[in-house]
């Protein structure tokens, strides 16, 4: 669950960690792992894996392996004409 392969002829076996914005987190290199290391190294990671592919998965992992970010709050500083610059909303993003 929250796993997706893309194959891509050419290019090493990576496992890339996306953030929920999308962002890459980490590379994982797999050229040198098993696939009974890769599943145990995606096991370790928090991902879900289901009993059949159209298995449920249960509420508490919907969202796994996403871990909360902390927000941090930034506070307004005037710019240099005094005037304070517009507050963005930091969980939006714009592809989704």
């Known amino acids: ?5 893309k194959h891509l002829p050419g290019a090493d076996p990576e496992l890339v960690l996306l ?7 980490q590379r994982v290199p797999l050229s040198d792992m098993t696939r009974e290391e890769i599943n145990q190294l995606v096991q370790e990671l928090g991902f879900y894996r ?3 592919p159209d298995a449920p998965v249960p509420e508490e992992f919907q969202f ?33």
């Open 1 to 5: 669950h929250n796993l997706e392969m």
């Open 19 to 25: 953030g929920h914005r999308y962002e890459e987190l």
């Open 50 to 52: 289901k009993e059949t």
């Open 64 to 96: 796994a392996p996403a871990k909360p970010l902390p927000i941090l709050l930034h506070p307004q500083v005037p710019t240099t004409d005094g005037k304070t610059p517009p507050k963005h909303d930091k969980e939006e993003h714009p592809d989704l």
